[in-house]
């Protein structure tokens, strides 16, 4: 897993709200028994034909959508199944960093396994991020906030919150595993106390 520190891009944005699981990565590519190439299929109802071809006009086939690793989403990201495959399919797509008004509590997990960043901001930061499209921003996970340029040099904060275990756990690049194994001197130490 890559390490999350600071991060500054373009960002996308589908305003769709309730965005689920099943739109993230739909039920018929999670047969597979590796998470590589789970990028292709991001999205793959909303952006592709019957025959697998891009659909004209999609803001996620256009160019861009590969050089943005920041999506901002309408309110309520990552709803419904608890599938470990989406945040996957966001990161091979090319996304680190996913920011919304609501984050489900299970793909906010599942991401902070993986190395995806969910951001949560509120309402009427949403509301100005939407309308930013294609602009850059920068996500700060050592400071977590997300700031905003404008063409004047102004910059805005806005702060995020984010659970302690996982903020450290991306920080460093860690997985869940690989934190454990750091500590397996420790906890073998623990073990053979009397």
Not at 50 to 55: E, I, M, R, Y
């Amino acid at each position: 897993m890559r390490a999350f520190t600071k991060l500054t891009g373009p960002i996308l944005v589908l305003e769709q709200e309730n965005i689920d699981t099943d739109q993230i990565i739909p039920a018929r590519y999670l047969t597979a028994i590796s998470f590589d190439g789970m990028g292709e299929h991001a999205f793959a109802d909303w952006r592709l034909d019957d025959a697998g071809d891009p659909l004209p006009g999609h803001v996620l086939n256009e160019p861009r959508a590969r050089h943005s690793p920041i999506l901002v989403s309408g309110h309520n990201f990552g709803c419904g199944s608890s599938r470990e495959h989406a945040p996957h399919a966001l990161l091979g797509f090319g996304f680190r960093v996913v920011i919304s008004s609501q984050i489900a509590d299970i793909f906010r997990s599942n991401s902070h396994n993986v190395g995806l960043l969910p951001v949560v901001l509120d309402a009427a930061q949403l509301t100005r991020l939407l309308q930013m499209d294609g602009e850059e921003i920068t996500v700060d996970l050592e400071q977590c906030c997300v700031t905003l340029r404008a063409a004047d040099g102004a910059e805005q904060h806005w702060a995020f919150t984010i659970d302690p275990f996982a903020r450290h756990c991306l920080l460093r690049g860690l997985d869940r595993f690989d934190f454990i194994h750091q500590a397996e001197e420790a906890i073998e130490a623990y073990e053979e106390r009397p």
